[in-house]
């Protein structure tokens, strides 16, 4: 199974942006897909998830700005991001976990497989 994300880039405070990770090697419907994001210096953070049932979930700093979505047709997920700031400032990468419970979703070891992060960098 591999995930390449993309979709990342420059922008002022305020505005957005669509990240994409599209899932080969099976179908993204299999898996609890997630966001993660790393800022220089700290430690890697849950943003997003949506579960193979359709549930989505939030990091409290992002909930009202992000939102995670899902093709099927299209083995891809996405996370819509508006309202930038740029303490959102960090890789972003997806994640795909196959039986992951409840509790587990925010917490980067129990996902599976990554995909290699795509940079977003936010300017005051």
């Known amino acids: 199974v591999q995930l390449q994300a993309s979709g990342g880039g420059l922008v002022q405070a305020g505005g957005s942006l669509r990240l994409s990770c599209t899932v080969s090697g099976s179908t993204v419907r299999s898996y609890d897909m997630a966001w993660f994001r790393q800022a220089p210096g700290k430690e890697r953070e849950f943003v997003s998830a949506?579960?193979?049932?359709?549930?989505?979930y939030y990091a409290d700093s992002e909930k009202g700005r992000f939102t995670i979505s899902r093709d099927n047709a299209k083995n891809t997920v996405y996370l819509q991001m508006n309202s930038l700031k740029p303490e959102d400032t960090a890789v972003y990468y997806c994640?795909?976990?196959?039986?992951?419970?409840?509790?587990?979703?925010?917490?980067?070891?129990?996902?599976?497989?990554w995909g290699q992060g795509t940079l977003v960098t936010v300017s005051s």
């Open positions: 994640a795909a976990g196959a039986r992951l419970i409840l509790s587990s979703l925010r917490l980067k070891e129990q996902y599976d497989y």
């Open positions: 949506i579960r193979k049932n359709g549930y989505t």
